[in-house]
């Protein structure tokens, strides 16, 4: 039997990943998940939603019993965590439902957690950093931040679309199945012949929809291109972030960069962060790709940290809230840290 700690059980489920994790203190004990695959186009928010509520059981029991042969019993779990948001609505109510029935039957304090914040702390502990610019890469979030005064303050973001939503809507159109992501990277990597497409930053913020746009009308207009023209779109979006996040180290005088999201397992978007962090004279950090995707392991960290600060969800405030920003959240687990800020 393992040595009895802060012990929490987080399920995760904004969008097409359900996941059960079981964390302590010290390590992921497991983390047992189940993945929507949509027959056609992207996620169906429904069908996504009856596909969380349908696998819980199994998911959430595939956990518990693999962490019962290593000795952790039911009673030794401190507390019940879920991702509250953002994500798309009816796969938010179908996890909070669960987690919301989990917590009282089983007597735990209930714990939501912001779904953004828990990509960059499951990031922060695995890989070490102390106090990292962070660029978040997901499907509907891109986002710049660093940490100051009690919370994560974006320094730039999309003004319209995620680039994975981009990246997943631009492979629908070329007639690749969900998620487009890796699809796009393989062909990209066939080809180095550079497409012009549109290269859209406003101030420190980013548009992707442009970009998507004219990457479609290049694929009309070159139909034998399509490999350059991935190569292309990755080349010109993730300069694009390469852009902006060089920018907010150097404003916020940071020597580490965390690369966070689904996004982030692009082996030439870290290719690219990772010569600009090396001019630099900055040290990059990415988890392992298992971290970066949606999964049951950052919500149950994020709400072992929080339990063990005293911030516990009452069940009248455990509503979900698909808009819920990385900014709106009051960082208490940080306060005792001694560093510039």
Same mark, same amino acid.
Not at 31 to 51: F, M, N, V
Not at 108 to 117: R, S, W
Not at 320 to 328: G, S
């Given at each position: 039997m393992i040595e009895i700690m802060t012990i929490v059980l987080g399920l995760e489920g904004t969008a097409w990943n359900?996941?059960?994790?079981?964390?302590?203190?010290?390590?992921?004990?497991?983390?047992?998940?189940?993945?929507?695959?949509?027959?056609?186009? =992207?996620?169906?928010?429904? #069908?996504?939603?009856?596909?969380?509520? +349908?696998?819980m059981k199994e998911v959430v029991t595939r956990a518990?019993?693999?962490?019962?042969?290593e000795g952790v019993l039911l009673k030794h779990i401190d507390a019940i965590a879920y991702s509250q948001g953002p994500g798309l609505g009816p796969c938010l109510r179908t996890v909070a439902t669960a987690a919301r029935a989990l917590s009282i039957s089983l007597k735990?304090?209930?714990?939501?957690?912001?779904?953004?914040?828990a990509h960059i702390e499951i990031g922060r502990w695995r890989c070490g950093t102390r106090d990292p610019v962070v660029l978040y890469v997901s499907g509907a979030n891109t986002q710049v931040l660093a940490y100051r005064a009690g919370r994560y303050r974006v320094l730039g973001e999309t003004l319209d679309i995620g680039l994975g939503n981009a990246?997943?809507?631009?492979?629908?159109?070329?007639?690749?199945?969900?998620? =487009?992501?890796?699809?796009? #990277?393989?062909?990209?990597?066939?080809? +180095?012949n550079y497409v012009p497409l549109p290269y859209i930053i406003k101030g420190m913020d980013l548009s992707f929809s442009g970009l998507s746009t004219a990457a479609k009308d290049a694929t009309d207009s070159h139909p034998g291109e399509k490999a350059g023209i991935c190569y292309s779109f990755q080349e010109t979006a993730f300069a694009m972030?390469?852009?902006v996040t060089e920018r907010a180290m150097a404003h916020c005088s940071r020597d580490e960069l965390l690369l966070a999201g689904g996004v982030g397992a692009n082996?030439?978007?870290?290719?690219?962060?990772?010569i600009m962090c090396r001019d630099r004279g900055a040290r990059f950090y990415v988890p392992?790709?298992?971290?970066?995707?949606d999964n049951g392991s950052m919500i149950a960290y994020v709400g072992l940290i929080m339990y063990k600060n005293g911030d516990i969800t009452p069940l009248e405030q455990s509503g979900?809230?698909?808009?819920?920003?990385?900014?709106?959240v009051k960082v208490t687990w940080r306060k005792s840290e001694r560093f510039k800020s």
């Open positions: 359900l996941s059960a994790a079981v964390v302590s203190e010290e390590d992921v004990l497991y983390d047992a998940e189940s993945t929507y695959k949509p027959l056609q186009g =992207g996620i169906h928010p429904r #069908e996504a939603a009856q596909h969380h509520a +349908s696998e518990l019993r693999a962490v019962k042969e735990k304090p209930l714990i939501g957690v912001n779904h953004c914040i990246i997943d809507k631009f492979a629908r159109y070329l007639g690749l199945s969900h998620p =487009g992501g890796p699809k796009i #990277e393989e062909w990209a990597s066939k080809s +180095s972030l390469t852009e082996k030439r978007l870290q290719q690219m962060l990772e392992e790709s298992r971290y970066l995707k979900v809230n698909p808009h819920y920003r990385p900014d709106d």
